[in-house]
């Protein structure tokens, strides 16, 4: 039903003309003039989403009267056409409602369903319709009230699917959508119905769950993490997923619903670390941590620009001849006020906060420019290893990023060798085969590293084109007096000279380790018992002192 304007019009302030496309209106806080539409159309929406067209007649504004924080919604009206509004005083407006009952009903009802409306959207998320953060946290609030009362445990779990962003990248970010609301619909149907499913944003979600001691919270995180057993279709692929959950729980990691959330979140970070398809609890050290990585983040964002970083070069030599055959390039940072951070600290935060490309690349130019150097001094030929991150290993144009900084430093390919770790090059052994013959047929060297940490598929280890294979310290720590670890590198040892690969270990520190290595055909060793990493003047001079350059 519409205002009758004949009764209306009397009432009125003003009229004004919005043209098309103009704001009539925003829902700000509770005033004192409402507006009516006289002639034309205007929309009414919150955020991105059209409530309704609203016409001749139609009352805009009145949400604000109810709702005095419609505001925080972005909620406001829209001319359609050149759309004349009216404005009125409330209090005339009120009077009128009360005079004319048949359309005071017909404002209530449009008044509720669209408070009903920007409601839901205010607590919702927009594409798989779940709770959002705000409700979460409301949710997570009354949870933590009644436990509080009746003396039970709530648990709180943050899932974050691992690799997304992958999807993003090579699918398009539809698919991305489609396949976060296959995967809402997967999980919301493996847990009971008062468990709270959320999605937080992007590609993580939330459950809260209540009455359950904490071993059954861990087995219901378990049951999430290993329910995904088969692949979800979006954009006509099938899609195989992995959850990384953290984990916290009333009482002992917080009595409020912010402090719980927060330190799953931590507890999802330290997960993360572990590896992807990983479950970990919070625990006091997490937050502590968590508080460093944040500190840590922030500090590398400006590390590049203020030149922080430096390379150290760690030399590798023949065990027969003893001649050094390459040098590792090895990233180190030293901060003004941290002093000089450890790369096994600062190098996985980099990798999580998506820093490495570009610190990786400046890494590849320094080390190439500095190995150019050397050689053009006469220093006889050796190779420069540059370590390659997984994140990297992503793109699909790597050969021409590698192949520019070739051409931009003036370094011959033949000089230069690339090390992947087993986990890289198993995160996507397809895509790491085709990158890796395209890198090697510029006659760069390929090395695989850390071999025996992770579990590769041999089947893939064969088509991989490698030309050496490094033996992860961790193994030659143990050598000689270990059965498991001498076992371990004997075997991985004749592997590699089964794949026609040049075998090289590192972390070697003993005369001791040096004779098991030598006894047993390894070929090349890395290692503080022939040199410790170095920085650019000393590597210059060790390098002369052991290859030789003409006077």
Same mark, same amino acid.
């Given at each position: ?13 003003? @009229?004004?003309?919005?043209?098309? %496309? ?5 829902? %700000? @806080? ?7 539409? $006289? ?7 919150? =955020? ?6 609203? =016409? ?42 009360? @005079? +004319? ?26 594409? *798989? ?14 949870? &933590? ?9 709530? =648990? ?8 997304? %962003? ?34 937080? =944003? ?13 071993? !059954? ?11 995904? &057993? ?24 917080? @009595? ?38 944040? *500190? ?32 590792? /390039? ?21 990798? !999580? /906060? ?32 540059? +370590?390659?991150?997984?994140? !990297? ?5 790597? $050969? ?36 890796? $013959? ?44 270990? +059965? ?9 040892? *004749?592997?590699? $000279? ?12 003993? !005369? ?12 090349? &060793? ?26």
């Amino acid at each position: 039903m519409r205002f009758d304007f004949t009764t209306v019009l009397s009432g009125l302030d003003l @009229a004004e003309i919005k043209p098309a %496309g103009s704001s009539i209106f925003e829902m %700000g @806080a509770l005033g004192e003039v409402l507006y009516i539409v $006289k002639s034309g159309q205007a929309e009414i929406r919150v =955020g991105d989403l059209v409530l309704e067209t609203a =016409g001749e007649g139609d009352l805009l504004g009145e949400m604000a009267i109810l709702d005095e924080q419609v505001h925080q919604r972005s909620a406001s009206a829209i001319a359609l056409t050149d759309c004349e509004v009216v404005a009125m005083n409330r209090q005339r407006f009120l009077e009128l409602l009360r @005079a +004319n009952p048949e359309v005071g009903l017909e404002v209530s009802k449009l008044m509720v369903r669209r408070l009903r409306s920007t409601t839901f959207l205010s607590h919702h998320d927009r594409l *798989t319709q779940l709770p959002n953060r705000a409700l979460l946290s409301e949710s997570c609030d009354t949870a &933590v009230k009644r436990a509080m009362r009746r003396g039970t445990t709530v =648990g709180v779990l943050i899932a974050d699917v691992d690799n997304f %962003g992958k999807i993003n990248e090579s699918l398009g970010y539809q698919a991305g959508d489609e396949l976060l609301l296959e995967l809402s619909k997967h999980l919301r149907g493996q847990l009971h119905e008062l468990d709270v499913l959320a999605r937080l =944003g992007a590609n993580q979600f939330a459950v809260i769950l209540e009455d359950q001691t904490s071993s !059954q919270i861990a087995a219901a995180a378990e049951h999430l993490r290993t329910s995904l &057993v088969r692949p979800f279709s979006a954009a006509n692929h099938d899609i195989y997923v992995s959850l990384s959950i953290g984990i916290s729980c009333y009482p002992q990691d917080g @009595a409020t619903a912010a402090k719980l959330i927060a330190n799953a979140s931590a507890a999802l970070y330290a997960a993360k670390e572990q590896g992807r398809n990983r479950c970990s609890y919070f625990s006091p050290e997490l937050h502590t941590l968590a508080v460093e990585t944040f *500190t840590l983040q922030n500090y590398l964002r400006s590390a590049l620009e203020r030149n922080e970083f430096f390379m150290n070069y760690q030399p590798r030599a023949d065990l027969s001849s003893g001649r050094i055959t390459a040098v590792e /390039a090895l990233l180190r940072w030293r901060h003004p006020e941290l002093g000089l951070v450890p790369p096994g600290k600062f190098i996985p935060i980099a990798e !999580q /906060a998506g820093m490495i490309d570009e610190i990786g690349e400046w890494v590849l130019r320094t080390s190439c420019a500095q190995q150019k150097t050397w050689l053009a001094s006469g220093i006889s030929p050796f190779r420069m290893a540059v +370590n390659l991150s997984a994140r !990297q290993l992503r793109h699909i144009d790597l $050969k021409d990023r590698v192949a520019a900084i070739l051409a931009e430093t003036g370094l011959d390919a033949d000089s230069l060798e690339l090390e992947i770790t087993e986990s890289a090059v198993m995160e996507d052994p397809a895509r790491t085969v085709f990158l890796l $013959k395209e890198l090697r047929s510029l006659g760069i060297g390929i090395a695989l590293d850390d071999f025996g940490t992770q579990y590769s598929s041999l089947g893939y280890l064969k088509q991989f084109p490698l030309d050496y294979m490094k033996i992860d310290q961790c193994f030659v720590r143990g050598i000689p007096t270990s +059965n498991d670890d001498s076992a371990i590198t004997k075997t991985i040892i *004749t592997l590699a $000279k089964n794949l026609r690969l040049r075998v090289i270990a590192e972390g070697v520190e003993t !005369q001791e380790q040096m004779a098991f290595l030598v006894e047993h055909g390894c070929e090349e &060793v890395q290692g503080y018992l022939f040199s410790r990493p170095l920085a650019g003047d000393a590597a210059e001079a060790m390098l002369i002192a052991n290859l030789g350059k003409p006077a």
